[in-house]
């Protein structure tokens, strides 16, 4: 839905410092349940702005790897015996 002229919307600050994001805020920006929003001060003003998660954000979140460097060959390989001991295990 593009905006041809600039929109107020309004919301309201809890005791908190919690604010609910206008549903037509919401809508336009693209923004469902634990969407994440960037602040940005500058000046004599604050900027609030979708932050979009790219792939390179996630690096490293989980560590290094406990094994280190696997192949794809290991990888498929230990899901193969992983499913073989997962289907033993549930025909005891």
Do not use: C, Y
Not at 1 to 11: A, D, T
Not at 34 to 60: F, I, M, N, S, Y
């Amino acid at each position: 839905m593009p905006i041809r002229k600039r929109n107020s919307f309004v919301g309201k600050m809890t005791s908190k410092g919690q604010t609910t994001v206008p549903k037509e805020v919401r809508d336009f920006l693209g923004l469902g349940e634990g969407a994440q929003v960037e602040w940005v001060l500058e000046d004599d003003k604050a900027t609030v702005k979708p932050r979009k998660l790219r792939a390179v954000d996630l690096a490293g979140i989980l560590g290094p790897s406990p094994v280190g460097h696997v192949t794809i060959e290991e990888m498929n390989e230990a899901i193969g015996d992983a499913i073989v001991e997962r289907f033993e295990r549930s025909q005891r």
